[in-house]
Structures are given as C-alpha cells and as structure tokens.
C-alpha cells in the first residue's frame, strides 16, 4: 500500500526543520575536512531523530495511523541531505522499516526528482531482496519485474509519500542532478508491532 500528502506538513513546519539542519550539516562537513574525509557522497548526510523533525510527529502519527491502521509502531525518523548528481536507485528498505513516509523538506523551487513507487508488492517469499538489493545499479536488473509498473510523485516541500515495505521504491536513474546544490527529505519509519 502507499499513499501521497499533499501539504503534510506546513511550509513553516518544514522552514523550521531545513534551517535547523544547515548549521548542524555545516559543522558536521567541517569535522569530515579536518579528518580528510568525505563529508556528502552520492548517498548525502543525515542524522537520525533530529528534533525539529519530531516537531510534528503526533499530527503525522494521527494520520498514518488513520490510513495504514494501527498494527504498526512509530520508530524513528531520519533526515538526508542529497548533494546535486545523488542516486537513488531501486530498493526496498530493510527489515524493521515495514512503513515508511518520506516528506520533502527542500528543494531547489526548479527541481524535478519524482519518487517512483513499485505498484506491484513484493511477495514475502522473495522479501530476501533487503540483503541483495541496496542502493546500487545492479538493483535494476534484480528487481526489473518490479519496475514496469510504477506510480510517480513529484513533491513540493511539505508533500509526503508514505509506502509499506513491499514496495520498491527509487528515484529516476536516468536524472542524476537537478537544479540547485542539494536536495533534503525527511524519513519517518514505523515497524510492525509484535
């Protein structure tokens, strides 16, 4: 199952977050240069439960919980920075991340990254994938079944895409920049209760 937010969060909800992050992604860039060390690859940087991200999570619980039911238990949330020219390609997330909602938090106001979401569920019996299938180019060719029929979305910041775990999820291959210098998104994962 996945769903698309339009307006999840509000523009000074996700103002709030993004100039919260610089200073601290800053810093964090500075101390990787001192240890001649790559700060932002191809992945980005990001840190987990950073707190302006949790401003909002009993409104974004309320929601999710309303839409995908209640068999599942918030964890955490993640935030990435992507430097222009970034990958993303095919995968699944892996165990333990059973619910995923991805909200953007910036964008460069002419940049197009849609996300792509797998409309065809990944059968339990070849969830195996998680292990085989990271964020790599050779997910295309073993996830190639799940590609042919997709849905893409195209988020301003605000905008969430939430997807259960037997999704495939990536964004374009074939756009490997945008305009801009970087790109930030906010991930809240949930996991199955026991």
Known sequence: MYKFYKGLMSKNAVD???H?????LL???NKYQELDTPAINGRGLGTINFSETMLE???????????FGNEYEFTHSYIRLYPNSSVLNPHIDREGLDLT???NIYKHPDTSWPFNISKIQIPKSEMQFEHEVGDEKESYVLLAKYLKEFISFETEPGD???CTRDHVHWRDF???SFEGDHFVQCF???KLKS
């Open 16 to 18: 709030t977050v993004y």
């Open 20 to 24: 919260a992050l610089l200073p601290v």
């Open 27 to 29: 810093e964090n860039m």
């Open 57 to 67: 999570i009993d409104n974004i619980k309320t929601i999710i919980e309303k839409d």
């Open 101 to 103: 909602l991805s909200v």
């Open 160 to 162: 969430g895409v939430c």
């Open 174 to 176: 074939n756009t490997l």
């Open 188 to 190: 809240y994962h949930w």
